[in-house]
């Protein structure tokens, strides 16, 4: 008799876009002459750079032909697109080898995954709130999970606690939803920790292309010693709006390693490598070729622009927010505008309120953990003209 | 302190192909005088169909234009690929809805995967020999694995023994490495042997494309009750030369239902639904516009067109074999040929043999399982110019 995973029963069920999605098509359809500004979604809109469009359909081209055909590939992705990651990293002064980067289909994949390689009796923490994919992923695997609270006191940056043992540590920097990105002195801190603990650190930096305070570590691994203690995600998707296309790449440091509980040590680098190898077969040569344009100077460019056009955005909100004398985290250094509601309204209060009176859709805070009840995520992801009639909006009718 | 999985050290470490790869090379350098002929590795070699590349080129081009420009799609993949499955899944009887099919990055990847659905303490069922995903992917998570054995008096092909209990059986049909592909009664008694102890048979279709024998079943689906106790797998990668382009898809019947071990019934077709909304961010879209190409009369034809010629390689080393009076399997239904090692020998004598007196480079069977020892793999997918030279040489010197 085949058992299902218990579990999965301790999953709660995702309704928060299903919901947003339900209530944004009632209220449509009972007021058809109202147009309704979508700041909900954190997907990109802007399409693909014209040189990564190039690159993708040079590599179908190469596909089609005998000579330039590619069957599969190493399944921790190609030389080519490594060594532009190996350049890429250095541009922030983090010497990598190529074998340490490794190419996936996204963050949110190898995120999920990279949970196979631990033992199943690790303690987990993970910020609240925060993306919710780390807490289903550990879940799913029935481990002891234990939550550190980003609350205005901490500027949603939770640091460690000295009286809290944790084995695995989530961090997000810049923070999905919060917008909230770590200092150096902050990441040292986390560092020193998972040091002294024998911890790992799992640190999601998929937004760190929209860092622009120069003193913001763009990587974990600008702290001295994280190459013993962290592993790092990272994507295309938002950097290059590879939302749709599928890109993202994980630092595993050869210096990483921890032993299983019967005492054996083991390079993680070692055991992410046997486990891709044998459960994932590698990302498009199309795609990798296309994410090898992103990090050419002219992709460099063409994708920066776009990162300054959501930028932009993202400062028309907060600035709106700021005449509103409205709290608000993140609209720097990130995409996401995490705005505390207004005349102290639940998180689906002030949806129902910015949806109803304002016709602008966004993400409820207590979606994302109980400590985001009574916040709100805006994005900047939506087009110029949009933003600019939301922001209209905010500032008369807030 | 963080533990890693102690199960990985109980992952043998894949010598196979980077030995072969040693061999060659050795070999190679000795003699450069010599063109050795590669059969070994069970990777296309004839380029993308045309329809496949222009459908990729068209995707591309949309992609870079703000109106057509797609982001995140759906984890489980578009309708208009889910359709165009359903539709063909119609063309050999079997009716599908779509939310049964859930397109992935290939079928290595979800066979990986979907052992996150199944309880840790479930008895795994292994073909010995057999493609070493199943048994890798179940010793990380530590399950209790048996195997049942391929030989030549089962013509390796394993058959139900009510005296052993196992919760999940894999079925590989055509089965690589052995060719040897599964009647509709041979399935009927594994629907039946399931059904009766409640298993579920995780039935991989890699190479149903190669099928030509109208009598062989082209999925398990197509036997009675199947939908009570089975998973399909199955790939592009064989069928339209994906394996640099990576598409797969699995299906998952909505009359699948297990229980977990408190008893709650959970269906798993909700259950692989969350697994890849969480851990997976579905297929690049310009993957599955190509993927689609496949599936049109047009893109059949193209296709079909180069599963001819592999078969056609096939069919010359089997006929060679047989002049030669050596027992084999497959090589129809199958690009795999599937040979007793003369004389016998053991798989990598023979491997030696064949390397340094034909210059014809294989893959030993026993790196399959140890029933494998004594046999040996030879592919179609050289070129037509090579596979006659192989031909020829196999005519001359075995």
């Known amino acids: 008799m085949a058992w299902v995973n218990e579990n999965f029963t301790a999953l709660q069920d995702s309704y928060l876009f299903s919901q947003v999605a339900h209530k944004v098509a009632a209220y449509s359809a009972a007021h058809p002459e109202q147009k309704i500004i979508r700041l909900g979604i954190g997907d990109v809109t802007l399409p693909l750079a014209p040189v990564v469009v190039e690159a993708m359909q040079k590599a179908a081209a190469e596909m089609g032909v005998k000579e330039t055909f590619r069957g599969y590939g190493p399944e921790q992705g190609y030389g080519f697109l490594q060594e532009a990651l190996v350049k890429y990293y250095a541009g922030f002064g983090v010497t990598l080898e190529a074998s340490e980067v490794f190419i996936s289909d996204g963050a949110k994949s190898d995120c999920g995954n990279i949970t196979d390689i631990f033992d199943d009796a690790n303690v987990i923490l993970v910020p609240d ?22 609350t205005p006191e901490n500027g949603f940056l939770p640091m460690p606690d000295p009286a809290v043992k944790a084995d695995i540590i989530y961090l997000c920097s810049p923070n999905n939803p919060t917008g909230a990105a770590y200092s150096k002195a902050q990441l040292k801190e986390w560092v020193a920790y998972a040091r002294q603990n024998g911890a790992v650190i799992l640190y999601d930096a998929a937004y760190e292309a929209f860092i622009e305070d120069g003193e913001l570590p763009r990587s974990i691994f600008q ?20 939302t749709g296309t599928r890109c993202g790449y994980t630092v595993v440091p050869l210096a990483l390693k921890r032993k299983t509980k019967s005492g054996k040590e083991l390079s993680l680098n070692k055991m992410w490598l046997r486990r891709q190898t044998t459960k994932f077969n590698g990302v498009p040569y199309v795609v990798q070729r296309a994410a090898e344009a992103v990090f050419t100077p002219e992709g460099q460019k063409q994708c920066r622009a776009n990162l300054a056009y959501y930028k932009e955005n993202a400062r028309l909100i907060g600035q709106a927010l700021e005449e509103k004398g409205i709290l608000y985290y993140g609209g720097t250094n990130s995409p996401y505008i995490w705005l505390q509601c207004p005349r102290q309204m639940k998180s689906w209060e002030f949806f129902d309120f910015l949806l109803e009176k304002l016709g602008i859709v966004g ?7 109980s400590r985001g009840e009574g916040w709100f995520r805006l994005t900047a992801f939506a087009s110029r003209e949009a933003t600019e009639e939301a922001v209209a909006r905010l500032r008369k009718q807030l």
Chains 1, 2 share one sequence.
């Open 223 to 242: 702290i001295e010693g994280a190459k013993e203690c962290a592993i790092e995600l990272c994507s295309l998707s938002k950097t290059a709006g590879f």
């Open 363 to 369: 993400t409820p805070g207590s979606g994302f953990g």
């Open 129 to 150: 709130p925060v993306y919710p994919v780390y807490l289903d992923t550990n879940r799913m695997r029935g481990r002891k999970i234990r939550f550190m609270e980003g």
